[in-house]
């Protein structure tokens, strides 16, 4: 089973459309919604796909024909360890708990591959020892 991690980009009017609802059952493909923000400007998904290659493409295909904005997560938030204090802002604020705190160390820990860029934890730290690098590298 293959899955891909997508940052989807609605336009206002496509906010009370079903798109994502039906790309699930369309397409046979088990989602996670990791991160939503919808609003009256538009919405964004973060979100996990999970299916076979080919219906992942069909699907990517589909939100594309209705002009939703499909980009992949590629790239995640970059830690520099040398301004980091391990205050733990970040532990506690990550909703998918890429962040832990390494009890014999006291160091926090950050577990790159759970991370969904959402940027809470970048906003969080009072170090600035976090940077969300650009979430979209590509069109998928």
């Known amino acids: 089973m293959a899955e891909k991690k997508l940052i989807l980009t ?6 009370d459309s079903p ?5 699930a059952k369309d397409y046979d493909l088990d989602i996670s919604i990791l991160r939503a923000e919808v609003n009256e400007r538009g919405g964004k ?3 996990s796909l999970k299916g076979t290659e080919d219906s992942i493409l ?7 024909d209705n002009k939703v904005q499909v980009g992949e997560v590629a790239r995640f938030v970059i830690r520099d360890e040398s301004r980091c204090t391990d205050c733990s802002m970040c532990i506690s604020i990550c909703p ?5 705190l390494n009890k014999a160390s006291w ?4 577990e ?3 991370c969904i860029a959402c940027g809470m934890c970048v906003d969080a730290c009072p170090a600035m020892a976090l940077e969300c690098g650009n ?6």
Not at 135 to 140: E, F, G, I, K
């Open 19 to 23: 798109l994502t609802f039906r790309m």
């Open 58 to 64: 069909k699907a990517i295909a589909f939100l594309e």
């Open 96 to 100: 998918v708990r890429a962040y832990k």
């Open 112 to 114: 790159q591959e759970r």
């Open 45 to 47: 998904l973060i979100l």
């Open 10 to 15: 609605f336009s206002p009017d496509q906010v």
């Open 135 to 140: 979430h979209l590298t590509q069109t998928v």
């Open 107 to 110: 160091k926090v820990q950050f």
